[in-house]
Structures are given as C-alpha cells and as structure tokens.
C-alpha cells in the first residue's frame, strides 16, 4: 500500500512538470527582433552592408553581439538558408591568439573564433594558409569556409547576439534584457579583456597579441548585480572612470552572462468573445521570498484588482463588455522582486443577423431582393450585421467564393465591390449569391440570399406585329419581340389606331424571341410601338402595321339555323361549350365538356380531327379521359348537337394539351450566327433531368378544314413531330438551303411533375439579324382580352363572357418637355358610367396631383420632369370612378424632359399668356389647371438664365403670373387641399426672389394667400380631407407667407399686406384645428422669420404652461393661471400663437421695433375668441433680439464710490441696470441727471439685492417710466457698498451692464403700438426682452445696450501734471532701459541663429556613398522640441522602395552636430539606381554617447533626379526606456490622408504659429530661417505697448473725479477702470501692429553683389562638391562641404551635375 501511494505521488510530480513545461513553452520561444532570426539560443542578423572585417565586428558589437560562430553543422544548415547566394559574408574567424585568462594557447591551428575558442568543427573549402587573418562564407561554392590575409575587403557579414550574454566597448552600454514575467539574474560580469579580437581599435594589428601581464580584468559581478539583478530591463555602462583600465595596450570591454529567472507565470487565453467568463491565472514562482507578496492586475479594460495575491487565488474569471484588444498586465512586488508580466487577449463580439443590404450600380441604388447591376461595371454591395467584430465577408455563388472583405465593426456598413472580371464568371441574367459573415468567436456563420441580376444595356430590339386580322372581335393583338441584349426588361406596347391609342407593360425575362399578347379594342389600321427599358438604359423601335377587319357573315342552313359571326366554320352556331379544366396542361387527367343549361340527355359529341378516341358520345356532357387526350400540341376538335328547343343547335371547341411551364428550359444554336447553309446547324436543349424531350418544327403552310380555326386563334402555324428523348437535335443543310423563311424551333421537356418548352427561330439568310437567344414559350391554344396589365388565357372559341374592362387612356405627345402641353384622352365601358357622369383623375406616379374632373378629354396639361435615370420617363396613373363607387385604373407613360435652357423671359411670358388665353377658351381657368405649368416657369425665373434679363421683364412676368392664378383661383375654387397645395407651391416658388417682386405684385400674393386660406378653411368643414392633406397646403402657404414678410417692408402697400398676411395666418391656423384632438402634441411650421403654433388643449392644462416654437428667434409665453371667469372647465380651448422675426406692421411711423413680435390668442372651438385682459397677474413675454447687440461692461472696484456715465438718446424708456458682483454685497445705486448723485440729490435709488429666483433678478434694477420719467441726456449711476460700522473699504468688484428697452404692444383700434398694461421685465438681457403684460395680442420690443460716456474733453488735464508725476516718468524710462537689454540679449541670439542657420541649411555628403553611385536622394530629418529629443548615438538609415532598398548609411557629419533638439538636418545620400516608389524608412542608432535617446519627428525624403518628394510622419522615440522602448523602427511613407489628417494640420499650425508668429512668445522661440529677426520682434513688442498706452488716454477718466475709485499699492495708485481701458487699447492698436508686423516679416535682406561674373560662371570644384571616395578608418577624409547648400543640390543641372564621389 505504501509502494502505491508513493507511485501515485511520483506520477503526480511527473504530470505536473509536464503541465508546467508545456504552460512555459511559449514563454521560453527566443524572441528576436523583426529583423533577426532565432536559432538555438542565439538571434542572427543578416547585414546586407559591405563593412571590412573590423568594421563588421565593431557594428555587430555595438549592438551587444559578435559575428557570427559556427560551432555545428545545424548552425550551418541555418544559416545558408538565409543567405544571399551571390555574396561572401564575414564570420568571426581571426588569428589564433593567447587566451589572457591562461598560460597556453587556446588552439592549434592558425585561426580561431573571437573569444579564443578552439575550432572544433569545420567546414574548409580549403585548408586555411599560415598567414590567414579572417574567415568568411564562399559564395558559388555551398557558403564553405575560406580565409584570406585581406580583411579591408568589404563583405556582408553575419552578427550573432547570444541569449544571456552581453558585450559592450568602452564608452557604450550593454543591454540586458528579459521577457514577460521573468526577472534578471546576474551570472558573470567583468571590465578588461579576456579576448584579444573583442572591441579592436582600428590602428591595432590583426595579429596583436599583448603578454597576459599586460591586460587584466576586474570581477564587477557585485556591481552589475546591485545595478541590474531583479529588474527585467538593464543597460550597463562601460565607464572606464568607474573601473579604471585593466588593459591599457588594446582598450577593455564589459561582458556580462546573465539569465532570465522565471519570476511570474501569466496565463490567458489569446481569443474570445464577449460576455465570455474568460480566466486569468496568474503563478508567483520565486520562492522563497522576503517581505509580503502582492499584486495589481489590470484586465486592460479599466478593471484593477489592487492588493492580489497569487498565493491566495490564483484564478481570476473577467468579462469583457467591449470587443477590442486587452493587454493584461500583473505587476507584482515583494520587499526584494519586482516582477511586471503582460500578456494580450483579443476580444470579438459574436455575429448579429443582417441589416440593411443595399447594392450600388451607376449612380443606382437596389434593395438585396432585387439588385440590379449594369453588366461589366463595378457593383459594390452594401453590408452590415446587427452585431459583430472581426468581420469577415465573403460571397459565394453555389460552391464558389467569388469575393471576400474584412471589417472590423459589423454594424459599420461595408461596401463589397464586385469587380467585372467576377461577373464575367457569372455572366449576364439572373443570379442567386450567397452572401455569408464569419468570424473566430461565432459557431456558426450567418448567411442570407442576394438575387442579383446582371444587366446589360438595351440593345437589338426588334418587334414584329402579326401583319392581318380577318377574325373579329380581335382581342389581343400578337407581337414578336426579340432582344440581343438587355435582359430582364420592361416593355412598353403603344398602339395607335385612327383615333384611339392604347398602352400595356410586360416583363419579359430573357433576350427572345417571345410573342406577347396585347390588349385591343380597335379597329382599322394599327400601329405598334415597342419601348424596352431596363433600370440603366432603354430603346424603343417600331413593331410595324397591322389590320383588323370586323364583318358579319352567317349561313343559313335548311332548318331556319344560322352561323354566328364568332366562328367562320359551317354548321357551327352558337352553344358556348366550356371546358374544365380550362387548359388542358401534360398530366391532366381528364377534361370535362359541357354546355351550361342544356338538360338534353340525347346530346351527341363528336371528335374529329387528332382523335385518339373518335367513338361518338350521346350525353348532356362529356368527359374525356387523359388516353382520349390529343398529343401535344395537336388540337382535337369536338362538336356538339342538339334539339332540345325545337330547332337544331350546335358548338365547336378545339382542345390541346400544352406544358405547364413550371420548369425552364433553355435552347441554344451553336452555329447560328450567322447561318451557314451549306452546313447543318444543331440546336441544344438544357433540361437538367429531363425524362422526356420532344422536337418540332413549324409548318409554314397554311392548315385547311375546321382545325384552321384552332390554329388561327393559338399557334400560328401546325406544328410537326421530328425528335424525341435527345437533347439536341440537327437541322440538316438540305433543309436550310429549301427554307424560304426562318425556321422556327420548338422543344418541350417533362420531368416528374413539371413540364415546359422553348422556341428558337433560326435565321435564314437576312430573314433576321437577331443574335442567338432563348425563350420560354407557352404555347396556347387561344386568348381571352386581357386587361392592361395581365393577359388571361382561354380555350374556347365561342364569342368570351363580357368583361369589364381597364380605361383606355392615351397620351399625347409621346414624348416632350416640362413646358410642352400634353393630352390625355380616356375611354371606358359606357356601362360604367350608366349610373351617372364618371370622375377622371390624373396623377403622377410619385403622388403629384394633375386632374380630377368629369371630363374624359384634358388638353393643355403640364407634367413634370420624368425620372432622369429612367431617360424621362414618367407614368401617370388614371382612375375612373363611377357613381355607384366602383374604380378602374390604368397607367399611362411618357417621357418628359427638361426643357430646353436658352429660354428667354419673354419665351417664357408668351407661354403663359398663350396658356392662360386657351385654358379661358376652353372654360377651364383654375389653379389647378395652372399650377403645374407656372410652377415650372417660377423655377425657371428662380435659377440663373442664359443671358441678360432685366429686372424689370422678371417683375413684369411674375405679376402676371400672380394676377392670373389669382382670377383662376377666384373663378374656379380649389376643390381639396391638393389643388390648394398646388397653388400655394407657385406663390412661394415665385415669391422666392424679394428683389423681383413689385408692391403690386406682393399685394397680390397676398390676397391670394388669403383666398387660398379661405378655400382650405372651407374644405375642412366638409369633413371629408384628412389633417394630414390640410398639413401638407398649409405648408408652402406658410412659405409664401414667410417671402413676402422678408421684402413687404419695402412698399407702399404694406398697411393693406400686413392685414392680408394676418388673415392668411388666421385662416390657416382655423383649418388646421378643424378636426383636431384635445391635448395633442401642438403642430409647428416655422421658416426663417415666421412661426406658427396651434393646439387644442383642456382648460385645466392650460394653466402654467409655456408655449413656443422650438427655434432660437422665437417668441414664447407664459400664462398665469386663469380664473373661471376667462375659461370655461368644460369646453377645450385652441391656442393660436404666432412669431415673426420682422415686424409686421413696419408701416406704422413711430416706435421702432427691433427684436421678434410675437402674438398668442385664445379661442373657442368653433372660432370665437377668448377675451384675455386686466389680469391680476402678469403674463410673461420672452421676445428674442434678431439681432446681437455690442455688450458694453463696466468693471468698477467698490473700494471706493464709482459712477458710470449713461447717455440717454430716446426718451420715456426702460432702464435696466444688471449688476455681476463679484461677491455677495450688499449695494446702494443713485441715479442722478446731468449731475452726479449724492445722499441728498438723485433722480432715483435702490438698495441691492432684491427678491427674486436667481442672482441675476436679484441684482437687476428695472426702471420703468411708470416708475421714473426719462428724459434725454446724460445720467450718473453711483454705485457704493454698504458696510457696517467701523468698515472703510471693501475689495469686491462688479460689473455693470445698461440696457435701455421698450415693451409694447399693437393697439388694434388706435393701429399703433401702445406700453399700457406692459412692463420691462428683471430677466431682461442682452439677447431676450422679457414684457410682463395683463392682457394677450401682439407684442414688440424696442432693445439697445446704452453705451458708457467719456468725457473726452477733459482728457488733456492729464499731460498737466505729467513732470510733476515721477511714477510716470520712472515706469516710461524703465520700459525703455529694458527695451534696450533684450535688445542687446536679442542680438546676440540673432548672431547664433545664424551661424545656426548657415549650418542647418548646409547638405552633409554622407562619407559612405558610394563613389560610382550617381543616383540621390536628399534627407531632411526634423528632430522633435520634446525634451531630451537630441541623440549622441550615431544613427542609421536604410530607404525601402518598389524596386529594391539603399544600403545602410551613418548620418553622421565631422563638422557640426546633428539631431539637436528642434533641429533640421539635411544628408545628400547616394545610390547605384533608383529605389522607385519609397515604401518606408527605417532608421535606427547604436544607443551610445550621455543622451542616446532620441525623439525624430518626420522625415521628408526627395529624389533628385525627378523631384518626387516622400513624407514620413515618425513621431516617435527611438530609445530603450521611453515611447516603445526600441532603437529600431521602419516608418511607412505617409498618405495623403496622413499628411491631411486634423490631427497632424493642427499640430504643424498650431507649433508653426507658436514658435514665429505669436509676437510675444516667438522672441524666444523664433525659427532661426525666419527673415523676422529677434531684435525686430521685440521693437515690434515695445512700439505695441507704447501705442497702446498712448490709446489708453482716448479713454482715460478725470482723477479729480470725487466718486471714482481708487486703489493704493504704495505711492502708486490706479483704478480697475484704467485697466479695463488698456485692454480695449490693445484691440484698438491691433491693426496698427499688424501692419509694423507685416512690414518687418515681408522684408528681404538685399543681395549682395557678386564680386566678379566670372565666379559665376566658374565651374564648380568637384573637391568641394563632395567626397572623392568611401572614408575608412586609413584614409581621412580632406574635403571641404561647408558650400553645400539644398539649393545647390537641387538646382543642379545635368550638365554640371553635383558628383557625390
């Protein structure tokens, strides 16, 4: 028992090791940077830069690594696979040295790897020589190994960074760095050097080899430790004045052999969705430990758990409530660790269902059910789900994905484009698509259907109408119609007779040939019309002539019998046989004949023709079983007798069976375009399933005997058997040379239950020029009409039931425009009108009312425009009712245009005049009759015309216009709200332009608004019209109310308007409470200057309640509660309220009225009004100003007494004072008159505050004239605190705004505007007028805020005592002595700016180009403003285009520093071709030097050779302890959107404007290329505050002024007032500034002269251009750059081009 407890415990530890290994496998993956591999425990970088052997090593090492070590063959394997094959690469191989750390060598051989180490494997192409110095990969050999004594040579070269091993040269810093939950451990670390070949200064020789006394190290592991050990980041220096120097011969390293300690397991999962219980387990893992263990966590999402503890609990469950990615961060501490770990979860949200799916096609849009595209173009499918993240979409049709897209939100609306190469796959016609969302955290994907459909344009129409009709009545006339392409479209049938013309729509679904039955009812000669419209394009053609002749001929036969006029056959009459079913269809089981009310039991039926049961029958009726059925297609022809009357009777009927066309079949030609007869031609049939196919050919000859008949009214021709149970069938050459028209070909298929057909016409010689096409065909025995929409279909041959049929309607022209008159002429069953006279209405499709009247026959109607995308075409729907109730309707199209824009205003008067004389003529003047025609010509007049017009014909024409639809709308009332609607729309259409209208024509647009008004009051009373009808006329008269408020100020006529204008607003408002329900929401219309308000509201909920109309200059009220002597408890009240933005009554001379006027009325539901006055209290008024007034404040210090200075311009007004103390104070105001107030003289005083709701009441002082006569003048306002006893002075401010105001309201009798019964309001303010009135009518205010008054006069007593004022003269000269020291400090910085400047603008030539790279790229990097932004690293550069990358370059320059804080600097590099498009930029620095950091804010890139520019937006720090912690980025070039983008404007602007145009601030910070000097600056700064100080005495108050307060600071004194006034100044001397400012900032320092023409034309010295060749560390460089400059690197001529060599 023992044993098993014990095994059970060892497999227990056995599992959960494993459990924690595979937990930490994915923490214990190598991590490399992107542009390392990983292997083993190393990362390796692959430097495609040319570097000799020390330099490769120095590279390598500055990043804390070596070249690379082969030390087995894998390592070997690894790196071939990453190797460029046309290159040698540097290893680290070097000659066998003495290790320092023993007392014999490290190896036998004559090379070595750096650190000394043996070379235990190898993989020589050749033994290495004697005199080997380095090692390198071969290339064309399998990257063997080989040496060589040259080690200048410049080869790529490989760098090995170890994992857990770090190395730093003297003076840099070694980097020690660990993951996520892990913490560092210090191994080993020493200073000095071990190896000889580690850190090699240049001049030091390859084969060096000092003596082991010479060089030592020093063990600073404690050092290292106490520095770095439990951190996961540590950078160690290399500071030789911290460890001194062990190995002065060759230099000392730092090396340091660490490894990371597994401190913190975090686990999460990587993906889930929302809402999910997700679980967080967090391991705390070294143990054991000092101090407390705890832990913060933070989900990512806002949710911290503070105080954790992982010993307690290790799991943690979240949900997550937002799709997003999380980082999940822990951070733990203990008194010794402290240890951070993170890892990132993605969050999705699942799938919603679909919304709204829309497709996009030429400017159309289509809902998902129907979406149409033109065939070929691009389509872009607008998705979005309800719900979901992650989204991605794909499309499918069957199996296959056609295309796909991604989203992030669902509920974002995604378009899917659909290219034309994917609906080529396709093709044309109808198709059903799958469209399908999915993403990771959905089980299951959602899907919906999309039926799409391709379309082509309309194209090869042609139409052929049946040429004769000899059978009458003819009911249908047949037309064969054949489209090349365009399919699914619309057809159009209009027939023209004589007199008559008809019009019908079909669908026809494929591209024909198909023969479509249309309505008839004519007689004679017809012509028909085929118009093919598909929603992007259309095409009409001629269908021909066709005749139908109606004549009666009968036979008499020997019994007295006679033949009717229905059926030409012999000893046929008149029994109606009927049959049921009445199509006989494949799989029919039985037909039933019989003749309705025959009782003769001794009927005899007989069948001739196809008979397949030709026995005769003696019954009342007959069934014939299905094997008594004729074939398909074949006619059997029964006849019935009988004698039942007396007199012998008879009836024919012929009988078929035909497909049920519930399948498709779909028949092609595979060579028949053309048709060549000397060879055969083979049609195919697509029938998928088929059991039974059946071919037949046409027979063009003419059928004799009774069966022609049945021939005659279904098939045209009989058709012939020739091929069964094949799907495809030969029409032989022989046949095709014999045909002497086309073929026609007909199929038909069966498959179980289903059954249909399809017929080709092939093409002999140019019988056709159609293309090949397809249609299914259901080939009928015969017809009844149809309507004018559908065809009914009927087997029997007798004359057919009577049957109410559709109006028959036409339109004429067919085709015209806006301004081109049009009749309509309709026809019915007179048996529909018998009743009494028939109603005709015409309207649009889209709801425009036309016509309604008795009148079948309307000439001069205008239509509007048609539907552009539809080419114009525009449908008018018909209904005719009768009296009796009853409605047929039809549907009529034509195409309307635009008219024509060269129209003219005397075109345009001719017209109306021409149209209102006919419609006079024809007794038909209405408003109605008008509408449509003049609004089209108000819209004309409205928009900009082609040339000239005068004003005055524009004048002329709309007082036409407005007279004669007055006199139509006086003869001819509206008879509902639409033609009401319809007028009201002319009125403001041309009322629109004020400018344009004469009094006379305003007068009379009013009156006509008012009659308008009337007519709609009265449609109300009928009951009849719906509110919604009254709501939509009221509308554009509220319109036109609303014009001519804007311009009736301007006439004479005004007085007689403005009442017209009232009674319009009356009347409206009557119409629209008509019908209206109690305690509604109110109904609003409002404009621009105008609105309404109206209500029906319980007395009871009246009270209290504040009316308005939702808009800023909006009049409101307040009622008070009123007592049962204004309302009644029972009866509802209406609320008429009204505000206009202009006054109305502007004709009345007097007061004027400046802000809104606003009216509210009373009233009882049948009109009557409430009677509103002598309220005990007050109603309150809100009247809003139209427009701002300037606010002028006072500041006034209370430290001593202040008065204000009133200036009183009108008189008998309201003054009101609204104080803003800046404390709570009690205050006393005197007012007094042309005078300051004392104690004992004031015109008025008050002591503050008062009662009231707010602040604002209660330090507002209203002065009404009631209370107060004011007169006009100057008033002093003194305003002191009241203190108690003992109290001199207070430190509290306020400000004091004046406001002068009238309230008043329009006296009806006296028709002016009165103040009786009205009061200015406490809540008065610089925006709102508030009236308390007693009484309800309309209401005004008359709103000015009162300016200050200085006393400029008394001004010059100041200069008086200027020499007798030290303070003045002190302050004034110390301005200027500190004028004068920022002067000399701002010159000073002039003088570094420049020398600055001369450096910044000069190009450094980049010491590694190459010297045969001739092609250039100019670098201008813009370091940031951050602090610490400047680097002392040495930075590196690679540019990235379409056609290949540059090599690494240094920007470096020996004479100046680069990347200094807020610096520009600009590099000239070289490359041996053109990159092509830049991609990116990477950049990256070795992190040496006291500030490695470094902060690059945007890069801008230039080539040369074509000018091409490229913008890097970086932004971003390059450095191990700030921003992303990294010292190398690749920054993608910026868009145009990028550089668009507000965010990087307003950051560029707003520095820019900072840094040299804010006057004051950019004294410091000026750009040093700004042509605005500093010393410009601050004399600009000086003159702006001395002129501000010389504007301050326009405004400068009297000091012996005894009320005005002072404040003392010492012997100085000066008052808030003098301050306020400075401010002022300065806005006053803002222009004035502007201009020294604009002066100094466009000059232009003068050229200087060239000392000589010939330097000019000199040729520039390539040793000044540029280096001569690559600068290694044995040859310096000894050229001079210092005349580089970015114009002369740009404008470089080709001819003398800029050599970088």
């Known amino acids: 028992m023992k044993m098993d407890n014990h095994t059970l415990y060892t497999l227990f530890l056995i599992v959960s090791f494993h459990v924690i290994s595979i937990w930490s496998d994915d923490e214990e993956v190598l991590s490399c940077p992107e542009h390392q591999q990983a292997f083993e425990s190393s990362c390796y970088e692959f430097v495609a830069l040319q570097r000799s052997f020390l330099s490769a090593q120095a590279w390598c090492e500055r990043g804390g690594g070596h070249l690379a070590f082969i030390l087995n063959d894998e390592t070997q394997q690894f790196l071939q696979k990453h190797l460029q094959a046309e290159q040698d690469w540097w290893i680290g191989l070097a ?226 409530s937002h799709a997003g990615v999380y980082t999940v961060a822990v951070e733990c501490s203990t008194s010794e660790w402290h240890v951070t770990a993170h890892k990132s979860i993605t969050i999705q949200e699942p799938l919603g269902e679909f919304g709204t799916i829309k497709c996009h096609s030429m400017n159309q849009s289509t809902g998902y059910k129907n979406c149409e595209a033109l065939y070929n173009n691009p389509l872009k499918i607008q998705v979005e789900l309800d719900a979901g993240t992650n989204v991605t979409y794909k499309i499918q049709h069957r199996n296959t994905e056609l295309v796909s897209a991604s989203a992030i939100r669902g509920i974002v609306p995604q378009n899917i484009t659909v290219s034309p190469e994917i609906q080529q796959q396709l093709g044309p016609g109808c198709h059903q698509l799958t469209i399908a969302a999915l993403n990771a955290v959905t089980a299951i994907d959602v899907s919906t259907v999309l039926e799409l459909c391709l379309v082509e344009p309309v194209e090869g129409l042609i139409a052929d109408v049946e040429l004769e009709h000899e059978q009458c009545p003819v009911h249908a006339l047949s037309v064969n119609v054949t489209l090349a392409r365009g399919a699914p479209v619309r057809l159009h049938f209009l027939v023209s007779g004589a007199n008559h013309t008809s019009s019908e729509m079909h669908e026809m679904l494929h591209g024909g040939p198909q023969v479509f039955l249309i309505s008839n009812t004519m007689q004679g000669k017809l012509n028909v019309v085929v118009r093919a419209e598909n929603s992007f394009s259309s095409m009409e053609t001629d269908g021909g002539n066709t005749t139908v002749y109606c004549y009666n001929e009968t036979v008499t036969q020997q019994d007295g019998d006679t033949i009717g006029e229905h059926v030409r056959i012999a000893r046929a009459n008149n029994l109606h046989i009927t049959v049921d079913p009445e199509v006989p269809v494949i799989g029919t089981t039985s037909v039933k004949l019989y003749v309705d009310g025959l009782e003769d039991d001794n009927t005899i ?250 009148e079948p026959t309307v000439e001069s109607l205008y239509l509007p425009l048609g539907k552009a995308h539809n080419n114009y075409s525009l449908m008018v729907d018909i209904t005719v009712k009768n009296a009796a109730g009853d409605t047929a309707d039809t549907t009529v199209t034509t195409w309307v245009k635009d008219t024509s824009t060269k129209h003219t205003v005397g075109d345009l008067q001719a017209l109306v005049s021409n149209q209102v004389s006919q419609l006079q003529q024809q007794g038909r003047l209405s408003g109605a009759a008008l509408a449509q025609m003049f609004k089209t010509v108000s819209d004309r007049l409205n928009d900009a015309l082609p040339e000239e017009q005068h004003d005055s014909v524009k004048k002329e024409l709309r007082q036409q216009m407005l007279l004669s639809l007055s006199v139509a709308t006086s003869s001819i009332p509206p008879k509902n709200p639409t033609e009401v609607q319809m007028s009201a729309n002319v009125v403001a259409g041309l009322t629109t332009q004020g400018h344009e209208l004469t009094g006379t024509a305003q007068l009379q647009a009013s009156s006509l608004l008012t009659n308008l008004s009337k007519s709609l009051v009265s449609l109300t009373h009928s009951g009849e019209e719906s509110s919604e009808q009254i709501l939509q006329a009221s509308t554009p008269i509220v319109h036109a109310v609303s014009n001519i408020i804007k311009v009736s100020s301007n006439t004479s006529e005004q007085n007689e308007i403005s009442s017209h204008i009232l009674n319009t607003v009356d009347n409206v408002q009557s119409a629209l409470l008509a019908g209206k329900k109690v305690n509604q929401e109110p109904i609003i219309l409002s404009t621009s200057v105008f609105g309404l308000y109206v209500n029906r509201i319980s007395s009871d909920g009246l009270q209290n309640q504040h009316f308005n109309i939702q808009k800023n200059s909006s009049a409101s009220f307040m009622l008070p509660s009123l007592g049962s002597n204004v309302l009644s408890a029972d009866e509802p009240v209406d609320v008429r309220m009204t505000s206009f933005g202009i006054n109305p009554f502007s004709w009345c001379e007097g007061d004027r009225i400046s802000g809104s006027v606003g009216s509210l009325s009373l009233t009882k539901m049948n009109g009557s009004v409430i009677p509103v006055a002598n309220l005990t209290e007050e109603i309150e008024i809100l009247l809003p100003r139209t427009e701002m007034a300037e606010v002028n404040q006072t500041l006034l210090e209370l430290g001593n007494f202040s008065t204000v200075v009133i200036n009183v311009t009108s008189p008998n007004i309201s003054l009101v004072f609204k104080l803003d103390p800046s404390e709570e104070t009690p205050l006393q105001l005197l007012l007094g008159f042309q005078d300051y107030p004392n104690d004992t003289y004031y015109e008025a005083q008050i002591q503050l505050p008062q009662g009231g709701n707010s602040e604002e009441e209660r330090y507002t002082w209203v002065l009404n004239p009631m209370e107060m006569r004011v007169e006009v003048g100057v008033y002093y306002l003194l305003v002191r605190p009241v203190v108690g006893a003992g109290v001199n002075s207070t430190n509290a401010s306020v400000f004091i705004t004046t406001i002068a105001a009238y309230c008043l309201y329009w006296d009806e009798t006296k ?266 600056r601050v004399s600009c700064c000086f003159s702006l505050l001395l002129c501000t100080m010389l504007t301050s005495i326009m405004f400068w108050g009297i000091p012996s002024d005894p009320s005005e307060q002072t404040m003392d600071l010492g012997q100085i004194e000066f008052t808030w007032q003098q301050v306020m006034i400075g401010i002022q100044s300065s806005i006053i001397m803002f222009p004035i500034n502007l201009l020294i400012v604009s002066i100094f900032r466009n000059a232009r320092s003068r050229e200087q002269k060239p000392e000589s023409s010939s330097k000019q034309q000199s040729k520039i010295d390539p040793t000044k251009q540029g280096k001569t060749g690559r600068v290694s560390p044995n040859q310096p460089s000894h050229y001079n750059h210092k005349d580089i400059t970015p114009d002369a690197v740009i404008k470089a001529s080709p001819t003398q081009e800029f050599d970088p060599a």
């Open 95 to 320: 000659p066998a040295s003495t290790n320092l750390t023993l007392d014999s060598a490290a190896t036998e051989g004559p090379l070595s790897w750096l650190d000394g180490s043996d070379v235990s494997y190898s993989n020589w192409l050749q033994e290495p020589s004697l005199n080997a110095s380095c090692g390198y990969l071969r290339r064309n050999s399998g990257f063997q190994w080989e040496t060589t004594s040259n080690c200048s040579q410049e080869l790529y070269f490989i760098c090995e960074f170890e994992s857990g091993r770090s190395l730093a040269c003297a003076d840099h810093n070694a980097t020690l760095q660990c993951g996520s939950g892990q913490v560092i451990e210090i191994d080993d670390s020493f200073y000095g050097r071990k190896a000889v070949h580690y850190c090699r200064p240049s001049h030091a020789p390859s084969h060096a080899s000092p003596l082991q006394d010479e060089c030592s190290w020093v063990d600073i592991v404690d050092t290292v430790s106490e520095h770095c050990h439990g951190l996961q980041v540590c950078q160690a220096a290399a500071d030789i004045s911290s460890f001194g120097e062990p190995c002065p011969a060759l230099g000392s390293y730092l090396s340091v052999e660490y490894h990371c300690k597994d401190a913190l397991h975090l686990l999460v999962s990587k993906l889930a969705a929302v809402f999910d219980n997700i679980t967080i387990t967090v391991k705390w893992l070294l143990h054991p430990f000092q101090g407390n263990l705890t832990c913060t966590m933070n989900a990512g999402d806002g949710h911290i758990i503070d105080n954790y503890s992982p010993e307690e609990m290790e799991n943690v469950v979240h949900k997550y």
């Open 605 to 854: 039926w007989k069948c001739s023709e196809t008979c397949p049961c030709p026995d005769e029958v003696k019954n009342r009726d007959y069934e014939i079983p299905a094997a008594c059925l004729p074939p398909v297609y074949s006619f059997s022809v029964y006849t019935v007798h009988t004698k039942s009357s007396g007199h012998s009777e008879s009836g024919t009927r012929c009988i078929t069976v035909i497909p049920r066309e519930n399948m498709k079949l779909t028949l092609t030609c595979s060579n028949c375009n053309p048709v060549n007869v000397a060879h055969s031609v083979t049609l195919q049939v697509q029938c998928e399933g088929c059991q039974k196919i059946v071919w037949y050919l046409e027979n063009t000859k003419d059928s004799t005997g009774l069966i022609n008949h049945c021939y005659s009214e279904s098939v045209k021709n009989p058709l012939i058997w020739q091929a069964e149970d094949s799907s495809s069938y030969n029409i032989e050459s022989d046949t095709l040379r014999k045909a002497k028209q086309d073929i026609t070909v007909v199929v038909y298929g069966t498959k179980d239950s289903l059954s249909g057909s399809a017929r080709y016409t092939v093409p002999i010689v140019s019988a056709s020029n159609t293309e090949d096409s397809t249609v299914v065909l259901p080939i009928l025995p015969t017809t009844l009409p149809p309507s004018s929409h559908t065809t009914d279909k009927s087997l029997n041959s007798a004359a057919p039931p009577i049957v109410l049929r559709p109006p028959s309607c036409i339109i004429s022209p067919p085709v015209g425009d806006v301004l081109s008159p049009f009749k309509i002429s309709c026809s019915v069953d007179p048996s529909f009108c018998t009743a009494g006279p028939c109603v005709f209405c015409f309207k649009t499709a889209s709801g425009n009312y036309l016509y309604c009247g008795s």
């Open 1311 to 1576: 028709a002016n505007w009165s103040g009786d019964g009205c009061r200015v309001g406490p809540r008065t303010t610089t925006l709102i007028t508030q009236c308390l009135c007693t009484h309800l009518t309309f209401f005004g205010s008359s709103f000015f805020v009162m300016p200050n008054v200085v006393d400029v006069s008394r001004t010059a007593e100041l200069f008086a005592t200027f020499v007798n004022n030290p303070v003045v003269v002190c302050f004034v000269g110390a301005i200027i002595l500190a004028y004068l020291l920022v002067v000399m400090w701002a010159r000073r910085k002039d003088i570094q700016d420049a020398v600055k400047m001369q450096m910044q603008v000069k190009v450094t030539v980049l010491e590694d180009n190459d010297p045969l790279a001739e092609y250039r790229y100019l670098l201008s990097i813009n370091t940031g403003h951050r602090r610490g932004a400047s680097t002392s690293s040495q930075v590196t550069v690679i540019l990235q285009g379409t056609e290949g990358e540059s090599e690494p370059h240094h920007l470096t320059d020996p004479e100046k520093p680069v990347f200094e804080r807020g610096g520009l600097d600009m590099f000239l590099l070289t490359a041996p071709f053109s990159l092509g498009e830049l991609q990116s930029i990477r950049l990256w620095h070795d992190n040496s030097g006291q500030h490695p950091s470094w902060y690059v804010n945007k890069v801008m890139v230039q080539d040369l050779e074509t000018g091409q520019k490229w913008h890097f937006l970086c932004s971003s720090w390059l450095a191990v302890d700030l921003g992303d912690c990294t010292l190398d980025k690749v920054f993608p070039v910026a868009t145009e959107m990028d550089l668009k983008r507000f965010s990087n404007l307003f950051f560029m602007k707003t520095a820019k404007d900072f840094r040299d145009g804010h006057i004051w601030f950019s004294v410091i910070s000026r750009p040093p290329s700004s042509n605005f000097t500093r010393v410009q």
